[in-house]
């Protein structure tokens, strides 16, 4: 009778105990959906983005006409000032040359005579024995014969200079980045041969709003990156900036000197940086964790599993990097939701970090913890660390097993199952 008094109180006391409290539950946020607050290096300035020219480039054209008869010159070929890149023929302009020097011979011939007469007119002249009209038109004569040497000597000057042209030189030291002409071609006076550039300097247009010129100045220096040079950084300076504002897009046209004296960057690629004005370190985040729709900017910070709404001071912006700097509010090493998840996450939520998202190993069984706690659960098909204690060897009940405070429960040998697979902790089948 007292045993089933004791049972039937028993269940009452079931019956009428409060449920449990159910567990809040756990949002698991991967690694790339927070961000940890520290020190950045920060660069305010415009952004810009455009193609790297040659700062030098020639455009080599043909001086005469004619066929060419041979080029010296291939694209990508290193030449220096005044080497040869390709010949015109010139055997009409030899004939030309040869025909200016017989002319100049002559005029100085001319002249001799003109000269000679109009000694032998002065003397005839002072004894009376010819006019001063007639000693007038000997001067004259003389006048004209050297007025006619003065022109053949400039016939055969641009005979001389016309025959020179028919070697097509570079400019000036450089590279040759394209050919239009080949041997054979028949080319007039302008047509274009071959384009020089000195790589050695290359410059950058860029345009930046109007807004902003004023941190925009002569010599200011420019980050940029290059495509196809991965994350490497290149520097130039600002050289000259343009005076007039473009009135159809509002924007100002700079020009950027880059220094390629190892002559690693090419000409034609895509750049893309921004004027480096103003550097400063200081605490940032990313552009992504800041809630600007409020009436102040706010982010939400992970602290003790929980999500807070945190408001927040913001300084300077990097436009490039898409970081903002955070004067005040947090602190080094907070955490902060970053994009979908500062949408998707409401303030007070639990959140748990899953840092093995990123493939970093998850923690294996360690034993008890300290002072007697329990360790943090293993997978089941993780080798255990240390063999689990046999019946025989820790018998149930006993003071070594489970007399101690905060000891593991006494795990039994794996048995074989009639199945044939093996279970932890199940009793042999009968």
Not at 365 to 370: A, K, R, T
């Amino acid at each position: 009778m007292l045993l089933a008094a004791a049972c039937v109180a028993g269940v009452g006391c079931k019956k009428d105990a409060p449920p449990a409290p159910t567990e809040e539950p756990v949002t698991t946020l991967g690694a790339e959906n927070v961000a940890r607050v520290r020190p950045h290096e920060l660069r305010s300035g415009p952004g810009i983005s455009g193609t790297l020219q040659a700062r030098t480039a020639g455009a080599v054209r043909a001086q005469v006409g004619g066929t060419v008869l041979a080029i010296q010159a291939q694209q990508g070929q290193v030449v220096r000032q005044g080497e040869e890149l390709a010949r015109i023929d010139d055997a009409t302009l030899e004939d030309q040359l040869i025909a200016a020097r017989t002319a100049v011979g002559t005029a100085r011939n001319a002249l001799q005579v003109a000269v000679a007469e109009e000694e032998r007119s002065a003397k005839l002249s002072r004894a009376g024995v010819i006019t001063p009209r007639d000693h007038e038109r000997a001067q004259l004569g003389v006048t004209q014969a050297k007025g006619q040497l003065a022109e053949a000597r400039s016939r055969l000057a641009l005979a001389q200079e016309q025959l020179g042209r028919t070697r097509v030189v570079a400019p000036f030291a450089g590279v040759v980045s394209e050919r239009q002409a080949s041997a054979g071609d028949v080319v007039q006076p302008g047509s274009p041969m071959f384009t020089v550039v000195d790589p050695r300097t290359l410059r950058l247009e860029a345009s930046v709003p109007a807004a902003r010129l004023e941190q925009v100045k002569v010599d200011t220096p420019v980050e940029f990156q290059v495509t196809g040079y991965g994350a490497r950084s290149f520097v130039g300076k600002v050289e000259r900036i343009n005076p007039v504002v473009d009135p159809n897009t509002g924007q100002v046209r700079i020009y950027v000197a880059i220094p390629n004296t190892d002559l690693q960057l090419l000409a034609g690629l895509f750049a893309e940086g921004r004027v480096a004005s103003r550097t400063q370190r200081a605490l940032a985040v990313p552009q992504d964790a800041v809630d600007d729709t409020g009436e102040n900017p706010s982010v939400l910070r992970v602290k003790d599993e929980k999500v807070q709404r945190v408001p927040v001071t913001l300084g300077m912006r990097d436009e490039v990097e898409r970081l903002v700097e955070v004067r005040s509010g947090l602190g080094a090493g907070d955490l902060v939701l970053l994009g979908a998840a500062r949408d998707e996450v409401s303030e007070g939520t639990r959140v748990r970090i899953d840092t093995s998202r990123r493939g970093e190993p998850a923690r294996e069984d360690e034993g008890p913890g300290v002072g007697g706690s329990e360790a943090p659960t293993r997978p089941r098909d993780a080798p255990s660390p240390s063999r689990a204690p046999t019946r025989s060897e820790v018998p149930v009940g006993s003071e070594g097993a489970s007399g101690r405070q905060g000891a593991r429960p006494v795990e039994s040998a794996p048995t074989q199952s009639p199945q044939g697979t093996t279970r932890e902790g199940s009793a042999p089948a009968p």
